[in-house]
Each structure stands twice: as C-alpha cells, then as structure tokens.
C-alpha cells in the first residue's frame, strides 16, 4: 500500500472521534478490507502528527488516543472531495430520460442474456396474436413481428403517451403492430384474444401484481402463454468491505426505490394463485465486473444520494461507498427470473 494511501486511511479513520492504534487498524480494515502492517500504521501517524493532521490525547492508564486536529479535519473533508469527484467521473450523477434509459439498458449484454431466455420461451409462431405488455419505446416489438410474421398480429401496450409516441414511429412500417395507450391492471381487450404475452421488467413497477395477473390470465386463450421477465432486487449483492453498507444500498433499492422490489421471488407463487399453471422459472444473473457498466443500470451515485436523504446510509458512509466503487475492483451481481405460466386449457367433459 501507499504511504499517501495508509495516511488516508488513518484519516479516514479517525472521522469519528479518537482512536488507539488497534483500533484505529480495525477500522481500516473495515474500510479497505485489508489491515495495516505495524509499519504501515505507526509511520502514517507519525507523518500525520509532523504534519499537524493528528494529536494524542490523554487516555485511561498509558493509553495515548489520536485524534484529528482542525487541520486534519480540512485535510480529511478535502480528501473525500476528491474522493467524490473520482466517483463522479465514473458515476453519472444526473437521472437520464426513460427513453433513453431504457434504450440504453436493451443493447448491455444483461438485458441480451434474460431477453434471449424470455424470447425462446415464448416460442411465437406466425399467425399468432402476442401482447407485449409495457412495450417502453418499442424495444421488442420489432423482434415479435417478425416471428408472427404478417399475418400475425403484435399489440404493444403502455401506460406512458411518450413511450407510446416513440413506438408508434419506431415500428411505424409494420402493419402488423398495433401501439396502445393503456394499463395492465384494467386490459381493454376482449377475454380468450391473445395467444401469448409478455412483461419485461413492468410488473415490479405496478400498483396491483396480482390483479395485473388476473387480467394477463383473462385475456389469453386456453392454452396461451406469458412469458414475464422481473428482478429481485433484495438478491443485489455489491461488494464492499463494509457489509452493513452494503445490504443499505439495497434495502434502500427495495423499499424505496422500486415498488415491487422482491416480486422476482413471488412471480411463480403469485402466477400459480392467479390460476396460472407455472412450467418454468429460469433466474438470469448478471455479473458486474466494471463500475461504469454496473452503473448504466444501477444508477449507483444517484441512487447512494437517495438513500442518504433517505436515512439508510450517513453522508459519510455514501463518500467512503463510492470511492471504493469507483476503484480497481468493483463486483455486483444481481438476479432476474423468467416465469413461463400458461393458461389452463379447457377441459371438455365427454
């Protein structure tokens, strides 16, 4: 390690009143995963006490605690401001339109992965009648048009006239797709009309999961199938040497964030209550190696930021998360499960 970063973290360290050596070494080991060699430690703080930074103080017995001076408190705030500004050049820190967003997200290899997984269990054939279900910008209407070719029908569906405005010039050139302004939990189709249907991340975001369902369920025809496609954002797991900041990051996510922020876990048991016959639950992880990347679907600065004025983490908690996410060894990974559920067919009595 650095001798600049040992002193950091001694600074760090020290934040939040005065410490003795062990002590001091145990929160750097919380902070940074790794302790301070006898060294390490002791020559940092004898460079801090040079430098005015830090200063003993009586403890019990012959115990010297150390603490930040008032210097030391303006080297440390101007530390993390730095600290900050790294984070910034690899986090955005402003939301970016739902257009652009979801856009975005369709082209990263995690969204390739499960959308593959949820095409393939659809299995649309030509002549079918397929609902797309928060259609977003037309993201998937393209691809189902093809596979129900023209003689097929495509209805995409969403609760946004803005999305529903870009669907409708995207997919502007094909007949066969029809782009409706409307909402899930109260289908303005006709019962026994769809051959197959779809949700890709909505459901999470609905007033009503059961009551959606109950209508995906009226629509479709004996037989007919949904494909849905939701995260569990409770299986978010971010690496930190801290782990309580961690799992506030994601308590945070799911019960403020995102409103149905568990539903990937309670699709099958909800489907199967709605009268669906559930046939396959296939979970997707992804893996985040790269912070940039992670972020394109996280939104982790903005997010940490929400959670600060939430109460979930301290200011200072969020500046030490984000500096360590903005280094060399990021890891995240997160679960997002494909349900297949079919309606039951009708049983003919002879």
């Known amino acids: 390690m650095r001798t600049q970063d040992a002193q950091v973290?001694?600074?760090c360290a020290l934040a939040d009143g005065p410490l003795h050596g062990y002590a001091i070494n145990a929160v750097v080991e919380k902070l940074s995963g790794t302790r301070l060699g006898p060294g390490s430690l002791y020559g940092a703080l004898a460079r801090l006490e040079t430098k005015q930074l830090v200063e003993r103080v009586a403890g019990p017995g012959r115990q010297r605690p150390v603490r930040l001076t008032p210097k030391g408190r303006e080297a440390l705030d101007r530390e993390l401001r730095s600290m900050t500004r790294v984070a910034g050049s690899v986090f955005e820190a402003s939301t970016p339109g739902p257009v652009s967003y979801l856009d975005r997200v369709a082209t990263t290899d995690a969204a390739r992965a499960y959308k593959e997984v949820?095409?393939?269990?659809?299995?649309?054939r030509p002549g079918q009648t397929v609902l797309d279900v928060g259609c977003g910008p037309g993201t998937d209407l393209r691809e189902i048009a093809e596979a129900v070719s023209a003689t097929g029908t495509v209805i995409g569906l969403d609760v946004d006239p803005k999305m529903i405005e870009v669907a409708r010039e995207r997919t502007a050139d094909l007949p066969q797709v029809k782009v409706r302004q409307g909402d899930v939990h109260t289908l303005e189709l006709d019962t026994d009309s769809i051959d197959g249907a779809r949700t890709d991340r909505v459901l999470q975001h609905v007033t009503d999961p059961a009551t959606a369902l109950a209508e995906l369920l009226r629509v479709?025809?004996?037989?007919?199938?949904?494909?849905?496609?939701?995260p569990d954002w409770d299986s978010l797991a971010i690496d930190h040497p801290d782990l309580a900041v961690s799992r506030a990051y994601t308590r945070h996510l799911t019960d403020r964030i995102v409103r149905n922020g568990v539903l990937g876990r309670q699709l099958a048991r909800l489907a199967t209550e709605t009268g669906f016959v559930v046939?396959?639950?296939v979970p997707v992880t992804t893996v985040f190696r790269d912070a940039g990347s992670?972020?394109?679907?996280?939104?982790?600065?903005?997010?940490?930021?929400?959670?600060?004025?939430?109460?979930?983490?301290?200011?200072?908690d969020a500046r030490r998360w984000l500096a360590h996410l903005a280094g060399e060894h990021f890891f995240a990974a997160v679960t997002l499960y494909t349900v297949v559920a079919e309606a039951r067919p009708v049983t003919r009595r002879t």
Do not use: C, F, K, S
């Open 9 to 11: 973290l001694v600074l």
């Open 118 to 124: 949820m095409a393939g269990a659809l299995a649309v």
């Open 220 to 230: 479709l025809r004996p037989g007919g199938r949904l494909v849905m496609g939701e």
């Open 279 to 281: 046939t396959r639950v």
């Open 294 to 316: 992670a972020d394109q679907i996280l939104g982790l600065q903005r997010n940490t930021e929400r959670a600060v004025t939430a109460g979930y983490l301290t200011a200072d």
